[in-house]
Each structure stands twice: as structure tokens, then as C-alpha cells.
Nanobody
Framework: QVQLVESGGGLVQPGGSLRLSCAASGFTLADYALEWFRQAPGKEREGISCISRSDGGTYYADSVKGRFTISRDNAKNTVYLQMNNLKPEDTAVYYC???????????????????WGQGTQVTVSS
């Protein structure tokens, strides 16, 4: 059974850091692209960072570039999102997603990713 479980969210002050984890089970995460999305209240879900399946290339939205880092631990079948210098506008529910059919790649539309975690809340506030 394909499953993604996010963890690591919470409340943090502006300028603080959090590390989100996306643990996979039922499949090998490194065989597929894995993208982090977020959705703020009243806004559409947006892709913010992705790690590709082939060469492990990483991609970032302009809004998080230079502050967030995506990485993958193949031994733990887990992808991480290190978030530094957090801002109030980073407040959102964060989701990891993949596509075990293998169609979705980094940059694909949200609808191309068929397997999603339950989400973890990140709140940046003083």
C-alpha cells in the first residue's frame, strides 16, 4: 500500500526554522519524483520544491529559493524539507506528493501527482 506521511510542522517565530519529513512506505521513494506543495487559507495549492527521481536534481519556487532545501535519505525512504528564515507568508498546510505510475515529474501540475500525504500545518507567527 502506497503511503506518504508528513511530520515536523508546528508554530515558529519569523526567522525560525523547521524541518519537515515525508516518510514513504509501500514503494521506493527514489524511483519517483517527490514534490512538496503548500496551501494557505483561501489560496490554491502550490508546488514549492521537488526532487527528481533520476539524478536527484532539486527545484524550488522563487518564493522559497535560498531559504528551503529539499533532500532525500534513500536508506530511510524519506524526503526532507529544511525551511530556514521562515516568514509569516510561509504559513500553510504542507503536503508531499508523488506519482507511483511514474508520469509526474518535477514541475508537473498538481493533478499529475496521485499519491499525497495528509499534510502538516506550519504556522509562522510572533
Amino acid at each position: 500500500q502506497v503511503q506518504l506521511v508528513e511530520s515536523g510542522g508546528g508554530l515558529v517565530q519569523p526567522g525560525g526554522s523547521l524541518r519537515l519529513s515525508c516518510a514513504a512506505s509501500g514503494f521506493t521513494l527514489a524511483d519517483y519524483a517527490l514534490e512538496w506543495f503548500r496551501q494557505a487559507p483561501g489560496k490554491e495549492r502550490e508546488g514549492i520544491s521537488c526532487i527528481s527521481r533520476s539524478d536527484g536534481g532539486t527545484y524550488y519556487a522563487d518564493s522559497v529559493k535560498g531559504r528551503f532545501t529539499i533532500s532525500r535519505d534513500n536508506a530511510k525512504n524519506t524526503v526532507y524539507l529544511q525551511m530556514n528564515n521562515l516568514k509569516p507568508e510561509d504559513t500553510a498546510v504542507y503536503y508531499c506528493a508523488t506519482d507511483v505510475i511514474g508520469v509526474a515529474v518535477c514541475g508537473s501540475t498538481t493533478s499529475a501527482f496521485g499519491s499525497w500525504g495528509q499534510g502538516t500545518q506550519v504556522t509562522v507567527s510572533s
